[in-house]
T-cell receptor, first 116, second 108 residues
Framework: GAVVSQHPSWVICKSGTSVKIECRSL??????MFWYRQFPKQSLMLMAT?????????EQGVEKDKFLINHASLTLSTLTVTSAHPEDSSFYIC????????????FGPGTRLTVL | EDQVTQSPEALRLQEGESSSLNCSYT??????LFWYRQDPGKGPEFLFT???AGEEKEKERLKATLTKKESFLHITAPKPEDSATYLC?????????FGKGTRLHILP
């Protein structure tokens, strides 16, 4: 199997606060994890790629100081949205790639963030 | 420019009415093509990975095929529970590119 979980599944927060989202690979070790955001009826937009034990690589236009990514172990990556604002409201999805298992990414169930 | 285009954007079929979804791509250095199913408010669910032209993979009512320019996802005798958005993604040398998806609706 290749199961990826995310927590929380949804979160509502006030503007200016920080929110942390966890992504875990439950039954495999993920050398690489990815963070995406998705707006309604749009496709996935890659935000950053993280490899265990090293700094994340951010896509152009994604503020690394606003979206903090930590990939501390082979089964856990976290995304922290700092000083969240209403425009950060979105559906955040993580994915994980097995070590030595090719390019296939396995996705988590997503986290719905609403910033008031 | 690398890109992935899915068509149609939306498709409504009667239960049992077979059809195909298209994913055309232009990328340099194709390493793999992926199909995912996504239900509203959920993350994409992995369906298939195809690596080379001529390759085919099947799972229940779904069959994915790949050529050098496009991939098809064939749905045979679909059921209402097959209703979802189907995403195609292409892995190039250093990036993955997602299409916008096809929203499939199967009418009972």
């Amino acid at each position: 199997g290749a199961v990826v979980s995310q927590h929380p599944s949804w979160v509502i927060c006030k503007s200016g606060t920080s929110v942390k989202i966890e992504c875990r690979s439950l039954d495999f070790q993920a050398t690489t994890m990815f963070w995406y955001r998705q707006f309604p009826k749009q496709s996935l937009m890659l935000m950053a790629t993280s490899n265990e034990g090293s700094k994340a690589t951010y896509e152009q236009g994604v503020e690394k100081d606003k979206f903090l990514i930590n990939h501390a172990s082979l089964t856990l990556s976290t995304l922290t949205v700092t000083s969240a604002h209403p425009e950060d409201s979105s559906f955040y999805i993580c994915s994980a790639r097995k070590g030595g298992g090719g390019d296939t990414q396995y996705f988590g169930p997503g986290t719905r963030l609403t910033v008031l | 420019e690398d890109q992935v285009t899915q068509s149609p954007e939306a498709l409504r079929l009667q239960e049992g009415e077979s059809s195909s979804l298209n994913c055309s791509y232009t990328v340099s250095g194709l390493r793999g093509l992926f199909w995912y199913r996504q239900d509203p408010g959920k993350g994409p669910e992995f369906l298939f990975t195809l690596y080379s032209a001529g390759e085919e993979k099947e799972k229940e009512r779904l069959k994915a095929t790949l050529t050098k320019k496009e991939s098809f996802l064939h749905i045979t005798a679909p059921k209402p529970e097959d209703s979802a958005t189907y995403l195609c993604a292409v892995q190039a040398e250093d990036k993955i590119i997602f299409g916008k998806g096809t929203r499939l609706h199967i009418l009972p």
